[in-house]
């Protein structure tokens, strides 16, 4: 019973009995089969941008190193976060197809704003030396955050209005942008990203799926030969009609935003439980992730037995953790940890 | 009812079966779940090699470009026969790891010999100009090749031979792996491969899984640091168990040489009828791939029908086309192709 | 007294001097000095092209990475002659950039056919598979060729057309083009390379200079932060002056042309005296490079003599040897060898 | 007459001669003829290290790319300061090799102290996710740094022992290294270098040449094929003598240091200049660079008449500009800026 990611299970239920009834069918590979095709068609409806490319690739890794190999040249960089995914959980993987990202640092909550975006690009952009700089041509920002925050409509708006002036590329990491979607913080549709983003993916693996990222191109600069991209970065899956199958489904009845809600639900509710009976949190609590703090004591006793995964040292006691939840975390599950969280402060 | 390719469908019904019991336990992710342990355990117990490094990848181009960048210093290339699969179907995936393809030409077999790696080495390394040249460090050949031809044991002894000589790594693209080793014309175990090659890996996207290739590293040097490797170049799958699941089917109770067999069985039956019935063949029939010559009429009547791919021009009239099996192919699905073939030539 | 190479000297007297005279005078760095202002002003002139960008290179190898990265997208390929000096002698530069040389057969003299390049573009994008191949999206060329021989203004009309028609980007090496352009054989000017490159260079290292190369871009896709190309892929000399002083001398009274002139003379003078000889040469002479057929028992006397470079074996007996000239090659050296090549043959 | 940085001339007049003397000489090519050869064996004697290998380059950021590809298998990154030159000030050029740069805060002294790499490494290397992190393998320093601040024996005997405990390459960038070792703060000696590094380089581009550097390789993974490497990364220069002539020239008789100890004197002195008429700087003075901090009405004065290059703003009315010595800088042109700096304050 554990709750330490959103990727501790196989796939929804209704995910494995369609590839169960689809699996003897034959068609051709590399995601040109019509359970692509339906599922492309799909996604184009529900962010309302017929124009659109969308394309499937297995996992997030894949998914940011193609899309940033398409979309810069040698000298680019790009912005991210200090604590982006790209800047420290990839293995350097951007830094492999040639690119510096630029790590700004940030508040708690991981987002990027406006306002620091445009103060770094004109440091780089000086007068005299700025060729000898890498020259900033897109920022990365996911939403959620990499610690479950979410970006504001006007945020995005804003980010929005300086990368125009400045040129610059905006993509957005969903990996589980459901889960933002959902918050009870988010003022943002899928329909808003595309018209704000140049590119953006639909997390696939941390909603609900084995696998799976649904990347949605915007801006033709990027769009061009992104299949060969996806190809030459090993991301092409032979039988992608796993992936459109999965995609499909999840945007069929809702069950994309059914998942994400109930399991933010969920951790909203353990959240509220943690605070009534006097913890902290690290963050406000938004999405499916949140960061009790706990002491050396509690952390012990609860770590082990709910696989919860050490976040960052607070101080010389105290430490956060990370409590998620997901499509497959049950109402039973939630009670057991509420009941063992609260016994370790009731007097 | 196509011939097209070995990855029309999804997994052989065992692997679905194991999914779908496995689906709803919560493992830790990343390849270090007890699937993927059993996995690697089984699969060093075949090949009969306690030491070896065994790693689960999704695709077969990001198995070749983490093995060969985790094996190579940037001033290295890497020898392919020219029809290999790095070399022409991959997207420059290799380049864009920074190295080259030092590309030989074959036979139609598509297999590299060892004394002509010997001396395309030797033209590298002159006296004078060599660090002008691209260093050659390592050997990629495919067993069974594009082609579906495959190596004896003797070729492949000669050339560990010659890579011991000249300290060339040897790696083998196993991408159709089981439907060698089941060929007729082979005399190789995966056991020899473990004693023979720095690393190969065993094909399971063509071989009956969903996707997923298993990796096989001997030499520490390619094993050191290879998970980095694997993260780095976007090939480590959140939900690892998967992989893991899907290999330890595939190598309980035989499945993976049944399933060969079964392809291999069929596809030369198809290759008999073919050769009775007057039809000439590009290249000896070996394993689940077979290429019959056909003139305009026939292949306009036959390749939509069925499928098949085009290989190559023969003459300004006959072309070769690719008649596919695998784990998925039917009795009558044979029959109707044979039915369909003898009568294009019968009087 | 060698025939090496075309760079077995320092500079041509009139560089060392403006060398000496300008040597106190400070300047700004990374070639925006008043030389360098010159220089770029001069040559835009010669090449009758205001609008035309040129920048200052050291050397060749650092130029055609440069020029070749930033023209080319990350699943781009370059084709290239298989002799061609970015596929043969650049130690896989271009490929450490990321890209592959798609080497293409050709005859002795080293040339591309407009014809080849077309049938090899079209070989690569094909209706099913073509994202499964590298795509091609430049033409290399050198003129003159690794082997001396020059293009004619027909065969680069005819290779701009084809370059035209797929959307291709010529891009010319001119290591020694002031060798080409004064040869017999050449109908082309330096302003037709201008009106029928999106690239090329105009070699000085081999051409009287310390070192350096003087590139020139047409194509506003190639221009654009060429700066930033050159200072990534390290070919931005601090003390960019010394690169300014050499070609404004270079181009100034005609010097390139006299230099370039006076080499072929002499190389041709040679090649005239080895025909009467009795010799057989390897390719027709045109500019400054001859290469003589000689046996075991000539070229164990002359090759250590003169320096001369193996570089190729014609056949179990014989082996063709490089004749190089330069700016540096005095009259008494031709008499010296013509003498001692005469001798071997004379009854 | 202009302090902007120690590369605004041409070459000190010692090889200038030189160059002039040798210019006619025939060698062959690629830092194999004999003035190489004498260079490396001076090199090697002021070290006191015959087993190093020495290779000489033409520029620093092709030196830097070149050494740290040479170093760092793909997952590898490299820790530097965020002041440091591969950090800022080279478009990039590590990223495009495909490494991280891990970039660390210091102090304005712009020095990497033992106990933060320390620290940083402990960072990278967790139990549970440090495959998805870069894995340090090399520590990048400049000495004097880019503040023109120098490192102590004990820093760097600090530093050693923690590399050494960690397995982590040590590599020196010595763009300004005379100006550093001649520095009355420095307890350093050449020799020490040799002993305490993996690799590091004595510039010769800022100390006097007119362009170069001088890379000494001690550790045998770094020195295996690095010919290659600099071949590959456009760093191989055809008339390598003229590397071999100024560094032999500049190892002759002690010049290399008389011209640091020239500049460094002269940069003190109008330091102490400054001082006395009550300016402060942004660090202490130790070498050939030195930072006044200039009001407003200040700097538009000096800024323009001497060239001076903004380092930094300190706050809204005061920025810290840099005066910048050399070997051609004269005691005319000291008594010149002093002049004009003390009649600033002066009363």
Redesign the interface.
Same mark, same amino acid.
């Given at each position: 019973?554990?709750f @330490?990611?959103d990727? %501790?299970?196989? &796939?929804h *239920?209704k995910i494995?009995e369609r590839?169960?009834e689809?699996?003897?069918?034959?068609?051709?590979?590399y995601s040109e089969d019509v359970y692509c095709q339906r599922a492309r068609t799909v996604i184009k409806e529900v962010i309302d941008r017929e124009g659109a490319d969308v394309h499937f690739l297995?996992?997030?890794?894949?998914t940011n190193?193609?899309v940033i190999? &398409?979309s810069l040249? *040698?000298?680019h =960089?790009v912005f991210s976060a200090a604590s982006g995914h790209i800047n +420290?959980?990839?293995?350097? &993987?951007i830094?492999? @197809? =040639?690119?510096? +990202?630029l790590?700004l640092e940030t508040g708690s909550e991981g987002k990027l704003t406006a306002a620091q975006v445009e103060r770094a690009y004109l440091a780089h952009i000086t007068d005299? @030396?700025h060729?000898?700089?890498?020259?900033p041509h897109m920022v990365y920002i996911s939403n959620p955050t990499e610690n479950g925050c979410v970006y504001t409509k006007a945020e995005l708006v804003a980010m929005r209005e300086v990368c125009d002036r400045y040129g610059l590329l905006l993509y957005l990491d969903g990996a589980r942008l459901g889960y933002g979607l959902v918050s009870p913080c988010c003022d943002l549709q899928l329909r808003d990203l595309a018209r704000l983003c140049d590119a953006f993916y639909i997390g696939g693996?941390?909603q609900g799926a084995?696998?799976g990222e649904a990347v949605v191109l915007i801006n033709p600069e990027i769009k061009s030969?992104f299949?060969?991209?996806?190809?030459?970065?090993?991301?092409? %899956?032979?039988?992608g009609?796993?992936l459109g199958i999965q995609f499909e489904t999840l945007f069929t009845d809702n069950l994309y935003f059914e998942i994400s809600k109930g399991a933010v639900d969920r951790a909203l509710h353990i959240a509220r439980t943690l605070e009534n009976c006097g913890f902290e949190l690290l963050t406000t609590p938004q999405t499916n992730q949140i960061f009790p703090i706990l002491t050396r004591s509690e952390y012990e006793l609860l770590a082990p037995r709910y696989?919860l995964?050490w976040w960052k040292d607070v101080d010389a006691e105290s430490k956060a953790f990370r409590i998620c939840t997901s499509w497959?975390t049950t109402d039973e599950m939630v009670s057991a940890i509420e009941s063992d969280i609260c016994s370790l402060r009731r007097k």
């Open positions: 019973m554990l @330490t990611c990727y %501790l299970e196989g &796939a *239920p494995m590839l169960m689809t699996n003897i069918r034959q068609t051709i590979g297995v996992g997030g890794t894949q190193m193609s190999a &398409a040249r *040698p000298h =960089g +420290v959980h990839e293995t350097g &993987a830094e492999a @197809t =040639g690119h510096k +990202v790590a005299e @030396t060729e000898h700089m890498v020259k693996t941390k084995l696998f030969d299949r060969y991209l996806i190809k030459q970065r090993g991301g092409m %899956l032979a039988k009609r796993l696989g995964e497959a």
